[in-house]
Antibody, heavy 124, light 107 residues
């Protein structure tokens, strides 16, 4: 079964750091772009970061640039999001997702498999 | 950044109705648009990509279309399982952006 499982969420104070992880199974992890998307309580979806198959390219939403770092360890089928200088507005459910590949085409910006999410709360 | 304006924010409809949700891009995004369905407490589910391509396993009552910078998601005959929130998402350039969402409610 194709599956993504996030972990690492929790309650932290403003300014602190947190590392989220996502473990993939059921597919060849190193052939897919991987993505983080978040959803603040009662709000819509926000793309946070993307990383290519070998970890040589990473892209971030402006609000995460310089504070968040996305990385992957293909040997362990693992995706991470290191978050620092956390703010109240970073409070959200964080989902990891897979970039879709269909036929001969891969779409880094289409997210076909999602994890169940991990909750991050930034509050004093 | 390219903005996505999704409408309506809420839509009340009945089982069997045909409904349309619209997403408008502030600039040309060609066909680089996807639609997702999200139910409460669950992760989003991919419905359509490249504006009109149906994801495998998604019922054929869902369809997508594009006209310039305006994109539509149509559900031809609402089923009870379709009441959820729907998001459009453009992926033409970074940063990827989602629409604000449309909550489809039972009338």
């Amino acid at each position: 079964e194709v599956q993504l499982v996030e972990s690492g969420g929790g309650l932290v104070q403003p300014g602190e750091s947190l590392r989220l992880s996502c473990t993939a199974s059921g597919f060849t992890f190193n052939t897919f772009w991987m993505i983080w998307v978040r959803q603040a309580p009662g709000k819509g979806l926000e793309w946070v970061a993307s990383i290519n198959q070998i970890g040589s390219e990473a892209y971030y939403v402006d609000s995460a640039e310089g504070r968040f770092t996305v990385s992957r360890e293909n040997a362990k089928n693992s995706l991470d999001l290191q978050m620092s200088s956390l703010r109240a507005e970073d409070t959200a459910i964080y989902y990891c997702a897979r970039g879709y590949c269909g036929g001969r085409n891969c779409f880094a910006g289409v997210f076909d498999i999602w994890g169940q999410g991990t909750v991050v709360t930034v509050s004093s | 950044d390219i903005q996505m304006t999704q409408s309506p924010s809420t839509l009340s409809a009945s089982v069997g109705d045909r409904v349309t949700i619209t997403c408008r891009a502030s600039q040309n995004i060609y066909f680089w648009l996807a639609w997702y369905q999200q139910k409460p407490g669950k992760a989003p589910k991919l419905l359509i990509y490249e504006a009109s391509r149906l994801q495998s396993g998604v019922p054929s009552r869902f369809s997508g279309s594009a006209s310039g910078t305006e994109f539509t998601l149509t559900i031809s005959s609402l089923q009870p399982d379709d009441f959820a929130t729907y998001y459009c998402q453009r992926y033409s350039t970074y940063p990827y952006t989602f629409g604000q969402g449309t909550k489809l409610e039972i009338k």
